[in-house]
């Protein structure tokens, strides 16, 4: 009786051992697969912003032609939901007619007020500024919606993306690890404070910040800035 006892509770361990590896192997493919899956994402942000951007001039954190009359800048933090959601309800519309026209230059500033994630995104997306690719770069970064200081902005995943982005790695790390990234960033950050900036994203259109209700204040008050200069 106690040497079957003994083989069924064996036999019950080898079992279980078998079902934790079968569990295991499920779940280094679902990882795999899901990494797979969003670098190829990736892939696809990375090329339609490289031709997006492409067709506009751009210097720096800046698109758009200098001459234009309207300057509107935006001082914003990778992980503010709300600059995720400006991005797209306000930046895309306003690069695709007042840019595209010639009739507003648009500058991004960084304030990144949310954490350390917030300022190692800042200084990333400043490296890859150095080394041409800020657009395509920060498009990227904001597709990824980080919030809360939870990793998506970590120092290897911003190395990463650089190189998804095909950019030189040493160059863009030892950027990175460089104090002038830190300086830019706090120049930026030190701007907006003396500003009075209170949030992100703030608006600002010819040197005046711009409170919004809604998003379409924004593009009303270009309108008025435009009638204003063609006086």
């Known amino acids: 009786m106690g040497k079957k006892a003994r083989k069924t509770s064996n036999s019950g361990k080898s079992g279980s051992l078998q079902w934790a590896v079968g569990i295991a192997v499920v779940l280094v493919a679902l990882l795999i697969g899901a990494q797979w899956w969003s670098n190829r994402q990736d892939a696809g942000t990375i090329t339609q912003a490289a031709a997006y951007y492409g067709q506009f001039p751009t210097q720096g954190t800046r698109i758009g032609s200098p001459d234009a009359p309207v300057h509107v800048e935006e001082y914003f933090d990778f992980q503010c939901p709300h600059c995720h959601t400006a991005a797209e309800q306000v930046v895309k519309r306003l690069l695709d007619s007042y840019v595209a026209e010639g009739k507003v ?48 902005y ?55 910040i711009v409170n919004l209700t809604t998003w379409e204040d924004i593009f009303r008050v270009i309108d008025r800035a435009l009638a204003a200069a063609a006086r």
């Open 105 to 152: 230059q648009f500058t991004y500033r960084f304030f990144p007020i949310l954490g350390p994630e917030s300022v190692q995104a800042a200084r990333a997306a400043y490296c890859a500024m150095e080394m041409d690719a800020f657009w395509p770069y920060q498009e990227l970064l904001m597709s990824k919606k980080g919030t809360g200081n939870r990793g998506t």
């Open 154 to 208: 970590s120092r290897d995943n911003l190395i990463d993306y650089a190189r998804q982005m095909g950019l030189d790695v040493a160059q863009f790390r030892a950027c990175l690890d460089n104090d002038r990234s830190l300086q830019y960033v706090r120049q930026a950050y030190d701007q907006g404070v003396r500003m009075g900036l209170l949030g992100t994203p703030t608006f600002v259109v010819n040197g005046q």
